[in-house]
């Protein structure tokens, strides 16, 4: 089993609804969760970092976090065709992984106009 | 200009050749990181350093070496590159506390004939 797993895609979703992707974690002490969002050929760009239990949003993209279920979600909502790329999951798995982030594989999301 | 500044962007060689990849950083963070990432295979870490005399091997580091020339430099060498060696590298930092980000550098194409 990874470490982070994320379905890969693609999530196919049209302009204007939520796209919802999913991140599970292998690490119960794990602390920290990010998103990233990385166009083609580009570098991961940070979204969001969530910490503790629930939801943060941010604009129109929301996290979610729940511990216990080892799992975090992002969603996006009123998507655009400029949300079109490839989102990875981080997750600081602590001491253990030497404090470091692991990386899903990420997941591609294509925008339909 | 770029916080974290990758050289070269792009560079094709030859197998056998000796290649260093540079990172440098005005963000004054004490950890930097190398990647690699291969399609479908998300980022795989090749080696990371906390702080000047910290060095540590990722999960790929074979075939691979770094210098942490300051605080703010960071250097990947490929002593002897091969064809399977061809990807796309970025250098990330992030501070000195665990539960932190980390942030990209533009990364470098490099492609070995």
């Known amino acids: 089993q990874k470490e982070v797993e994320q379905n890969s895609g693609p999530l196919s979703v049209p302009e204007g609804a939520i796209a919802s992707l999913n991140c599970t974690y292998s690490?119960?002490?794990?602390?920290?969760f990010f998103w990233y969002r990385q166009y083609s050929g580009k570098s991961p760009e940070l979204i969001m970092s969530?910490?503790?239990?629930g939801d943060k949003e941010d604009g129109r993209f929301t996290a979610q976090l729940n511990k216990a279920s080892q799992y975090v979600s992002l969603l996006i909502r009123d998507s655009q065709p400029s949300d079109s790329a490839t989102y990875l999951c981080?997750?600081?798995?602590?001491?253990?992984?030497?404090?470091?982030?692991?990386f899903g594989g990420g997941t591609r999301v294509l925008v339909k106009p | 200009d770029a916080d974290v500044t990758q050289t070269p962007r792009n560079r094709i060689t030859k197998t056998g050749k000796r290649i260093m990849l540079e990172c440098s950083q005005t963000?004054?963070?004490?950890?930097m990181y190398w990647y690699r990432q291969d399609p479908g295979l998300g980022l795989r870490l090749i080696y990371y350093s906390f702080d000047v005399k910290d060095i540590n091997k990722g999960e790929i580091s074979d075939g691979y070496s770094v210098s942490r020339q300051a605080q703010a430099k960071f250097s990947l060498s490929l002593e002897s590159a091969i064809p399977n060696q061809t990807a796309l590298y970025f250098c990330?930092?992030?501070?000195?506390?665990?539960?932190?980000?980390?942030?990209f550098g533009d990364g470098t194409r490099l492609s070995i004939l």
């Open positions: 981080a997750v600081n798995l602590g001491r253990a992984a030497g404090n470091k982030l692991t």
């Open positions: 963000k004054g963070h004490d950890r």
């Open positions: 969530i910490y503790s239990n």
């Open positions: 990330a930092t992030s501070p000195g506390s665990s539960d932190q980000p980390q942030h």
């Open positions: 690490d119960r002490v794990s602390q920290s």
